[in-house]
């Protein structure tokens, strides 16, 4: 079963806050029902096993993610101006360097290896993600309508490019010797002003 139920949610839900203070693999069936006051029998009418409910938890925390960036893409591409739109995705870039996008990236990293590992989580992740990938898709085509960045790439591959150097920075999240902030963000202007904004 896959429809909204209140059950259902709250089972959802529960995980959800659970995940806030630990890992997926560290929540137990156990914990979710003294925590939701769910039955066992309930939780198995709503979900094929425990497995099915932490997926559809980690999936719900992803797409919570998604509903996040595409509306701070929305704002991005209130840009009035080329040069706005270049500052407000600079803008983006050093937030996305910050301490809160370390933990999004472990999040998402975390989700699409889970869908590698069963079917089941891969079909229910791509939907999220194809939807993330096509609301920066039409980011970047709407912006090439205005004449505001280069038309030499596909909108679509301008959107992977976009997720995969953010998501990408998650190399630089676990070792000793991170590389410069400033440096990297002068990396990304570069690309940004001369490649992507670049006139054709």
Not at 44 to 61: C, G, Q, W
Not at 84 to 99: C, H, I, M, P
Not at 108 to 116: E, N, P, Q, S, Y
Request: aromatic share 8%.
């Amino acid at each position: 079963m896959n429809s909204s139920h209140p059950t259902r949610d709250l089972l959802v839900d529960t995980v959800l806050e659970l995940l806030k203070n630990e890992h997926l693999s560290e929540v137990t069936s156990e914990e979710v029902l003294a925590k939701s006051g769910i039955s066992k029998g309930s939780l198995y009418h709503h979900f094929d096993d425990f497995e099915d409910l932490l997926e559809v938890a980690e999936v719900k925390r992803f797409s919570l993610l998604v509903d996040a960036t595409v509306s701070k893409l929305t704002e991005i591409l209130s840009a009035t101006s080329k040069e706005d739109l270049f500052a407000s995705l600079e803008d983006f870039n050093r937030s996305t360097y910050g301490k809160d996008y370390k933990k999004i990236r472990l999040i998402r990293l975390k989700a699409v290896t889970h869908a590698g590992l069963t079917d089941r989580m891969k079909s229910r992740l791509k939907i999220e993600q194809d939807r993330l990938t096509m609301a920066v898709a039409d980011m970047c085509q709407e912006a090439q309508f205005r004449g505001w960045t280069s038309t030499r790439f596909a909108p679509k591959t301008l959107s992977v490019f976009l997720q995969a150097y953010t998501l990408g920075l998650i190399v630089n999240d676990y070792t000793d010797s991170p590389i410069d902030e400033t440096d990297w963000l002068s990396l990304l202007r570069t690309i940004l002003k001369d490649v992507i904004l670049a006139q054709d």
